[in-house]
C-alpha cells in the first residue's frame, strides 16, 4: 500500500502513514472500547467525550483523510468507507476511519457458501441455544398489557396467532417497531415522531446477475468511482432526484468461491448509492430496467461484452428495502451515522419508557453493517443480562 502511494506520491505515502497511526488509535477507542458497549445514560456520553473531542471526533471522515493526503483520488480511496455503513464521507464523524484500519488489522473475510452460509450457521447456533425460529410469519402488532404488577408484551402475527412475553428483542427496523408494531404505545408513538426527524442513510439499487462465461480477471470486490465525488455525494445525500452518473461497488464471487454459480460461470452483483425515497421520489418500477441496463454498460471496464453474457438478473431498488424490509424511507443503512445521531443519541438497545422492549440491528448503537449489528446485539444482551441474571 505504502509503496504504491509512494509512486503517486512521496509525501502523500508519509501522511498516509501517519493517517494510520491516527485510524488505529480511533479503532482502540471507537471499536475495540465501544462498539459492544450500551450508551444508555446521558453520563456514558459524558465519560468518552474528552477521548472524542481528542480524536477530533467533529471532523468529517474527509476532511480527516484530506489533512493526511493530498491527491485527490487518493483522498477518495481513503475515505469512501463511510459509505460501507451508510454514511457520507464529508458529513460522518471521523470515528468511521476505524473501518480502514479494521481491514487492515483482520483483512476483509466472505463466507464460503455467500452471506447466507452465515446466517444458517447463526440460525444453527441459535437453535442449539434453544432457540425457535418461525418463518415467514412476521409481527403485525404488539400491545402492552398489564399483568398483575408487570406488563407483557401481547404478539399478534401475521397468522393471528396471539402469544405474550415477558421480553421483546426486535430486529425489525427501529422506526417500523415503533410506528407499526407498538402502534397502540404513545411513548412508541413519540419515538418515531423523533425518528421521523433525524437524518437516514442513503439507499441502494443492487443488481444480482449471472453469466454464462466465467469472469476470473476481475477481483472479488472493486470499487468503479464515477467522474464525480463530492457533487455526486451532495446529490445523493442532500438532493431531491436521482443523479445521472453513479460509482459503484461490484462484487464478484465466484472469483473466490467457484460453488456459488456453474462451472464455467459467474455470479455477482453491483450496487449503486442512491438517494433514499423521503429525498428522490423515483418511480423505480418504471426506471429500474433501464437504470440497470446502463450500470451492466459502465461495467463492461470490469468485465468485457458483460451485456452479451448475462443470463439470469434480479434487481431491487429502494422501493424492496421499503416493501419486504419494512426499511424507513427505502433507506439501506437506517438512521444516518453521524455524530449527532450516534451512540448515546442513536435509539437506545433498551426503550427507557417501554419496559422490556429491546432494540437491536442497524438502527440501534453503535450502526449497520455485520460488526456493527451484532455488536448491538451483544450490548443488548449485556443489558438483558445484567437486569434479568
Ligand atoms: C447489498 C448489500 C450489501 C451489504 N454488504 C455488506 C457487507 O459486505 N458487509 C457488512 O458488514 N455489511 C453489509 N451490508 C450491510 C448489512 O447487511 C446490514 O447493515 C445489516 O444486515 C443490517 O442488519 P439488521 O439486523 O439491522 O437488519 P436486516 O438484516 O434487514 O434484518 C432485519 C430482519 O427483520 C425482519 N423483519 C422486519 N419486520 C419484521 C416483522 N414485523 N416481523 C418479523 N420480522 C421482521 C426482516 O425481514 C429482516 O430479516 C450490506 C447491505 C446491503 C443492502
Known amino acids: 500500500m505504502v509503496k504504491q502511494i509512494a509512486e503517486r506520491s512521496q509525501s ?5 502513514q501517519r493517517f494510520f497511526e491516527y485510524a488505529k488509535k480511533v479503532f482502540a477507542k471507537g471499536y475495540t472500547e465501544l462498539a459492544d458497549r450500551p450508551f444508555g445514560r446521558f453520563s456514558d456520553m459524558v465519560a468518552v467525550s474528552p477521548s472524542l473531542i481528542k480524536l477530533r471526533a467533529d471532523r468529517s471522515v474527509y476532511k480527516t483523510v484530506a489533512k493526511y493526503v493530498k491527491d485527490d483520488h487518493l483522498r477518495q480511496a481513503l475515505s469512501f468507507h463511510s459509505l460501507l455503513v451508510g454514511g457520507n464521507p464529508f458529513q460522518t464523524s471521523s470515528i468511521y476511519t476505524l473501518i480502514h484500519y479494521l ?19 447463526l440460525v444453527k447456533l441459535f437453535e442449539e441455544l434453544g432457540g425457535e425460529l418461525r418463518l415467514s410469519t412476521p409481527v403485525k402488532s404488539v400491545e402492552l398489557v398489564q399483568d398483575g404488577t408487570s406488563k407483557k408484551h401481547r404478539i399478534t402475527d401475521s397468522k393471528d396467532g396471539v402469544e405474550e412475553f415477558d421480553l421483546v428483542v426486535s430486529n425489525a427496523d427501529v422506526h417500523h417497531t415503533y410506528k407499526k408494531l407498538y402502534s397502540s404505545s404513545k411513548v412508541a408513538q413519540k419515538r418515531a415522531k423523533k425518528l421521523e426527524k433525524m437524518d437516514w442513510s442513503m439507499s441502494l439499487f443492487v443488481l444480482y446477475f449471472g453469466t454464462d462465461i466465467a469472469y476470473d480477471d476481475v477481483a472479488h470486490h472493486t470499487i468503479l468511482f464515477g467522474p464525480r465525488y463530492k457533487g455526486l455525494l451532495d446529490e445523493i445525500f442532500k438532493g431531491k432526484s436521482l443523479p445521472d452518473d453513479f460509482s459503484l461497488y461490484l462484487h464478484v464471487p465466484t472469483v473466490t468461491d467457484k460453488s456459488l454459480a456453474p462451472e464455467g460461470c459467474s455470479a455477482a452483483y453491483v450496487l449503486a448509492p442512491v438517494p433514499h425515497l423521503g429525498r428522490a421520489d423515483v ?18 471496464v470490469e468485465m468485457p461484452d458483460l451485456r452479451n453474457h448475462i443470463v439470469t438478473r434480479r434487481h ?11 426499511a424507513f424511507k427505502g433507506s439501506a443503512f437506517s438512521v444516518a451515522p ?23 440491528g442497524a438502527g440501534t448503537h453503535p450502526g449497520a453493517g455485520l460488526p456493527g449489528v451484532l ?6 444482551v449485556d443489558l438483558i443480562l445484567s437486569k434479568y441474571e
Open 103 to 121: 481491514e487492515r488489522e483482520w483483512g476483509v473475510h466472505f463466507p464460503k457458501g455467500g452471506t447466507h452460509a452465515l446466517v444458517r450457521t
Open 12 to 16: 502523500d505515502a508519509d501522511g498516509y
Open 338 to 360: 453521524k455524530l449527532t445521531q450516534s451512540a448515546y443519541f442513536r435509539p437506545s438497545n433498551e426503550d427507557s419508557g417501554i419496559p422490556g422492549l429491546y432494540l437491536v
Open 316 to 326: 431491487i431498488t429502494p422501493k424492496t428495502f421499503e416493501s419486504e424490509l419494512a
Open 375 to 380: 455488536n448491538s446485539a451483544k450490548a443488548t
Open 283 to 300: 418511480d423505480w418500477d418504471e426506471i429500474a430496467e433501464e437504470y440497470g441496463d446502463r450500470i451492466i454498460e459502465a461495467l463492461e
